[in-house]
């Protein structure tokens, strides 16, 4: 008892001198991390040693603020009441390991190391073995040997050893490029896809992009109007004056109606009716209609120097169009096209763009259940024209099925009366070339057979003022009328008077010139009392055009009016004759001539027909395209050319210019000329030449050739051999008659065959 007393006293004295002494800093004990395992596999206690009678010593607490517990119970305290501490795992020597017990009580705590208690990291060593060092083989912490033993075996790379280090090293670097590499792959992929994904968008996504309308229309000035007209977005020729929409004549000419008539020079503006002229002046509001005067609340005609502007509504009132007037810009939609019109309803909200495809820019907006007209159907775009007249494209999965709608409006069409005959015209022509050539016309008319009308050659225009010399000769008229023959005296802009191109174009193109030469016309017809009258016209520029086709309207009138045949003569329709507007003739007039010779004229370059067959047949083809076949009479030669062909001297290869050089089909080193003879007089050339006729099969017609010195000659002749098909085609076209070039230079057959074929 005494020794144990001795020694308790003894541990306490150690106790308090360590207290002062002998504390670990809160850094070294921070420090403190690892412990050695003893090779003899006993478990080395931390902070705390088992005295030789089983008793545990450790760090001390203050008195009554130790909880007991007993190993394996949790909470309980074991007997005795002398200890206090959590108990480690008994070794298998019986050994107890204690990880940090305290002493409950008889062992006071000075307030120094109660204060280094309860700084957290400051730990003190209770062994005064130690000197103040941790002991050898004690562990950081408090975690169990074998919880210490596993997590160095789970993590080999703290082993203490400095081999392990360097492979772990290589390894983590080998990872590292290996992630960088994955990395890298990855980011190219994403980058590809990012590129791959904005360019299918940039090529597939819809543009958004708005046309600019201004572009669209041709706007380029202030104050223009863009104009649609049907399908057909045309110049912004077109103004808006005190509310007023005016249109430029050129723009109405082409586009709306032709009808009406411009004359610049002494400004006027003309509108042909079927029984009168329609006359407005710049800046009125009034306008003449069969001498009495009109008015409208607006200027019927503006002017900007020589151009003029007619007002849309005057022009609705003698056309049947209609017409919106819509902003931004400002814009016209006309519509004159009436009857059966494709259309189709919008499915949903959609765009109209430029053109078909949904890069193209975005020309307007429409909405569910509008309606579009179709100007062309495509596979997947549709070409269509919205309500305020925007022609666009539109994708065909946004419209319903197309259906055929009749538009149309009231309005009642101003009609040409016609003077058409109830029998198959034979006309021929009387080249009246003198008052004495008039006493000929019995002996012509007794030659004939079946002649129905006689065309004397008494009229020409004497020059550019619109005046007319003529040798009409009344009594000429009633010889014919004996017979039952009726009279179209002709009149020409050649062979007399003025011969040109240009004269023609000065008369024509003043309006009072034209007035003037009508009334003189008409007055000498009324005189005579012919039937009809006969205008040929071959001196017709491209430029004279519309004035030519204004005087043949007005000539219509007056002819209407006082109850005479009006006919016009045609070439054979080319690309260089359009100007003579043989579908306007064909309305105003009564019969419409082609004439169906002088495929090979007096000065062709080259030798040839006269009259081929294929040349008849595409002069009636192409008329009737624009003509009713009841008002075409096709024309026939009665004369023949003969052609010679000679080389050209020295002389006339020096003075020839380039173009007579270049013409085509012509050899340049051979002169050609021609002669024209009746059908009699040519069939005894070639039989004075010894020659025999060959039937040419691609131009119906007998052919002859022979030679003269250096001279070469030819001839295609016409006779009653190659007059009959040309006969057999005006019947099969069912056309209104014949009419040929000219009496007294035909055979006596020839007037049989033709009967055979007007009957």
Not at 153 to 162: D, E, K, T
Request: glycine share 8%.
């Amino acid at each position: 008892m005494e020794e144990k007393d001795r020694m308790s006293r003894t541990f306490s004295d150690r106790r308090g001198s360590m207290g002062k002494t002998d504390r670990v800093s809160a850094d070294a004990q921070a420090s403190v991390r690892q412990s050695r395992i003893p090779a003899d596999g006993q478990t080395a206690a931390r902070q705390n040693r088992v005295s030789a009678g089983g008793q545990i010593s450790g760090r001390q607490t203050r008195p009554g603020t130790a909880s007991l517990r007993t190993p394996g119970v949790p909470g309980r305290a074991p007997a005795g009441g002398q200890t206090s501490g959590r108990v480690g795992r008994t070794p298998a020597e019986g050994q107890t390991a204690v990880r940090s017990g305290r002493i409950s009580e008889g062992n006071p705590v000075s307030d120094r190391q109660a204060r280094a208690e309860k700084q957290p990291g400051r730990r003190r060593i209770d062994n005064k073995e130690t000197g103040g060092r941790r002991p050898q083989g004690l562990t950081a912490g408090r975690r169990r040997p074998e919880e210490q033993e596993t997590r160095q075996r789970r993590q080999p790379a703290q082993r203490i050893g400095n081999r392990k280090r360097p492979a772990r090293g290589q390894q983590s670097k080998r990872r590292r490029q290996r992630n960088l590499i994955v990395k890298g792959v990855l980011l190219i992929f994403l980058v590809v896809g990012a590129v791959a994904a904005a360019f299918l968008w940039k090529k597939y996504s819809p543009s958004k992009v708005k046309y600019d309308l201004a572009k669209y229309y041709g706007i380029e000035n202030e104050g223009q109007l863009a104009i649609t007209i049907n399908n057909e977005v045309v110049e912004p020729h077109g103004s808006i004056e005190d509310g007023k929409v005016y249109i430029q004549y050129d723009i109405v000419r082409k586009y709306i109606n032709s009808r009406f008539y411009w004359d610049s020079n002494e400004n006027v503006l003309l509108y042909t009716l079927p029984n009168d002229t329609v006359t407005v002046e710049v800046g009125s509001k009034d306008y003449t209609v069969s001498k009495e005067k009109k008015s409208e609340d607006y200027v019927i005609l503006r002017t900007e120097g020589s151009t003029a502007y007619i007002a849309l509504d005057f022009i609705q009132q003698y056309t049947n169009i209609d017409y919106e007037l819509y902003n931004k810009p400002s814009r016209v939609m006309i519509v004159s096209d009436w009857g059966e019109t494709t259309v189709a309803a919008v499915k949903r909200n959609t765009q109209v763009r430029y053109l078909g495809g949904v890069k193209s820019p975005v020309l307007t907006e429409v909405k569910k259940k509008d309606e579009v007209t179709i100007v062309e159907s495509g596979d997947n775009w549709s070409k269509v024209r919205t309500k305020d007249g925007l022609i666009g494209y539109i994708k065909n999965s946004k419209l319903k099925k197309e259906e055929t709608k009749e538009i149309s409006r009231p309005f009642e069409e101003p009609k040409f009366t016609n003077i058409s005959k109830d029998y198959t015209i034979n006309l021929a022509w009387h080249n009246v070339t003198n008052t004495d050539a008039n006493n000929t016309v019995l002996q012509r008319i007794a030659e004939s057979k079946g002649l129905t009308t006689i065309s004397p050659t008494w009229f020409h225009v004497k020059d550019t003022a619109g005046n007319m010399d003529s040798i009409a000769s009344a009594d000429y008229v009633n010889y014919a009328h004996q017979s039952g023959i009726e009279v179209w005296a002709a009149i020409r802009d050649f062979d007399g008077g003025i011969s040109s191109y240009d004269e023609s174009y000065e008369m024509l193109r003043y309006t009072s010139r034209r007035e003037n030469l009508i009334n003189q016309l008409v007055s000498e017809s009324l005189r005579v009392g012919v039937d009809g009258i006969n205008v040929d016209f071959e001196k017709i520029s491209e430029e004279c055009g519309e004035h030519y086709i204004q005087f043949i309207r007005e000539l219509s009138v007056r002819c209407r009016q006082n109850g005479l045949v009006l006919s016009i003569d045609n070439y054979v329709p080319k690309g260089y004759n359009m100007q003579y507007d043989r579908k306007e003739q064909g309305i105003v007039a009564d019969y419409i001539i082609i004439m169906g010779y002088d495929e090979h004229y007096a000065g062709s370059p080259v030798a040839g027909p006269v009259s081929s067959y294929n040349f008849v047949k595409e002069g009636i083809q192409e008329t009737l395209k624009e003509v009713p076949a009841e008002k075409v009479i096709s024309g026939i030669p009665f004369f023949t050319r003969i052609w010679q062909e000679r080389p050209k001297t020295a002389e006339e290869l020096a003075a020839e210019s380039d173009d007579e050089a270049q013409v085509e089909g012509a050899d340049s080193s051979i002169s050609v000329s021609s002669e024209a003879y009746d059908m009699a007089t040519a069939k005894a050339k070639v039989a004075e030449a010894g020659v025999e006729l060959t039937w040419d099969e691609e131009t119906q017609q007998n052919y002859a050739s022979w030679t003269v010195d250096t001279a070469t000659y030819k001839v295609w002749l016409e006779d009653e051999q190659s007059i009959e098909p040309k006969l057999k085609l005006m019947k099969e076209h069912k056309l209104a008659g014949t009419a040929a070039w000219a009496l007294g230079q035909e055979s006596a057959e020839v007037w049989t065959l033709i009967q055979k074929y007007i009957n």
